[in-house]
């Protein structure tokens, strides 16, 4: 018979020792690469639908314009291409009708530009003093922008109309003499171009607004306190606190007046932009070559042409802008 020692040994329960605890094995940690690996890919994945939208609804687009304009391609054959290599550009720059839509469309531009933003400017700063009914007053600030190009353009053309318009019933009460708004090339421009004044200038001026409310107020007073008036404190505390803000507007506003398309497209309904031409921008020169006579190579190439155009204005904004604030910090 075997003693009890090796059966006590063989059996701890018997000898009333406690169970060994029962644990899950560990997995293995996972190495430092793999565990930064979705940490890295999550902003990607989550900026993805926007780059996807963008090459398909922009640089595919832009490239496959570019394509087009060194093509001789009509609208009745779309699918039929002849090439041309820059054959486009060329009689693009050889057509005068383009350099009087560069020309309206600058001329337009800076009718429509400076006003707007001097404007949009002034009625910031009499809105960031404190007046009653100021949201009432930025709010209505914003009717017209978001009155549609349509409805605007249709009521501006009634405006200014010839023999029942009412700019030239109040001229006519100052003894002023009817002025042709439709047909004449200075006064055709100034009627459009206070078209896009009326509905960008409340949008313009809430930008302002909102870029001098981020001015410390400690600047105003240190100002008052050294007796400058309300007009040097915004010269030299509201301005320099804009400038980036001035520039933004600047570009958009530019960017804006380089593909001005509405406007002057339902002020008389004409794509030509008047009889003689006064007032066709590059946006309705463009409409006309490839809708109206068909040549979709052209009006590629014009797109082009506008593209570079806005390019280099925007660069030379924003030189401008960095020249002066080099010059302004090394003083």
């Known amino acids: 018979m075997p003693s009890a020692e090796p059966l006590a040994r063989k059996s701890p329960k018997a000898a009333g020792a406690p169970p060994a605890p029962l644990t899950a094995p560990v997995p293995p940690e996972p190495s430092p690469r793999r565990r930064g690996r979705p940490a890295a890919v999550s902003p990607y994945a989550f900026l993805a639908p926007f780059f996807t939208l963008f090459a398909a609804f922009g640089i595919f687009p832009l490239l496959y314009t570019a394509y087009v304009s060194l093509y001789r391609a009509e609208l009745q054959t779309p699918g039929e291409l002849e090439w041309r290599g820059l054959g486009n550009y060329t009689a693009l720059f050889a057509d005068p009708f383009f350099w009087t839509a560069l020309r309206n469309t600058f001329t337009i531009g800076v009718l429509s530009t400076v006003p ?3 404007m949009a400017l002034g009625l910031a700063h009499v809105l960031n003093y404190r007046l009653r009914g100021r949201t009432f007053f930025r709010t209505a600030l914003l009717l ?84 400058a008036s309300r007009w040097r404190q915004f010269l030299h505390v509201t301005l320099p606190g804009l400038r ?68 280099v204005l925007v660069g030379a904004n924003a030189w401008a802008a960095r020249r002066r604030s080099l010059k302004e910090a090394g003083r």
Do not use: C, K
């Open 244 to 311: 980036p803000t001035i520039v933004f507007t600047s570009v958009v506003s530019t960017i804006g007046a380089t593909q001005l398309f509405g406007e002057p497209l339902l002020f008389e309904g004409s794509v030509s932009g008047g009889i003689s031409h006064q007032y066709q921008t590059l946006g309705l020169y463009m409409y006309e070559q490839g809708w109206g006579f068909f040549h979709l190579g052209r009006a590629a190439a014009i797109a082009w042409v506008m593209f570079l155009l806005i390019a």
């Open 116 to 118: 707007q933003l001097l």
């Open 144 to 227: 017209p922008y978001a009155t549609s190009v349509a409805a605007a353009s249709l009521i501006f053309a009634q405006l200014f109309g010839h023999d029942f318009g009412l700019i030239n019933r109040l001229l006519d009460l100052v003894g002023v003499h009817p002025v042709d708004w439709q047909n004449g090339t200075v006064a055709s421009q100034i009627a459009v171009s206070s078209i896009v004044v009326w509905r960008w200038t409340g949008y313009n001026a809430l930008i302002y607004l909102a870029g001098m409310q981020t001015i410390p107020a400690e600047l105003y007073e240190a100002a008052e306190v050294d007796g």
